[in-house]
């Protein structure tokens, strides 16, 4: 079973930067790809940002594009989100998770059931 463990959240100043961090453990970790999504109160789970374990291809949301960068240390089993110019609206718990086998990716990529493992969460908050 694959854990996966969110950390880096906290209080920042709109205009600020965060970088959250998502490691995995547990059985060897080779994912096809890993994302992060985010869900604000009261709302639905949305879909952040993905990259491929292997290739290193990434793909954003456009609400995030521009302003938020994701990357892998694969020798690490971390997954990160480098958030910069955050806004209020990017408040929310952000969730990783790690999708284990090609499954239509590409069309598939920001559904939330593609995928099968996820973390705890963790809360970012962007206020002043």
């Known amino acids: 079973q694959v854990q996966l463990v969110e950390s880096g959240g906290g209080l920042v100043q709109p205009g600020g930067s965060l970088r959250l961090s998502c490691a995995a453990s547990?059985?060897?970790?080779?994912?096809?790809?890993m994302a992060w999504f985010r869900q604000a109160p009261g709302k639905a789970r949305e879909f952040v940002a993905t990259?491929?374990?292997?290739?290193?291809?990434?793909f954003y949301a456009d609400s995030v594009k521009g302003r938020f960068t994701i990357s892998r240390d694969n020798a690490k089993n971390t997954v990160y989100l480098q958030m910069n110019s955050l806004k209020p609206e990017d408040t929310a718990v952000y969730y990783c998770?790690?999708?284990?086998?090609?499954?239509?990716?590409?069309?598939?990529?920001?559904?939330?059931?593609?995928?099968?493992?996820w973390g705890q969460g963790t809360q970012v908050t962007v206020s002043s």
């Open positions: 998770a790690a999708m284990e086998r090609q499954n239509n990716y590409i069309t598939n990529y920001a559904r939330r059931g593609a995928y099968d493992n």
């Open positions: 547990g059985r060897t970790f080779s994912p096809y790809a």
């Open positions: 990259i491929t374990w292997s290739s290193g291809s990434t």
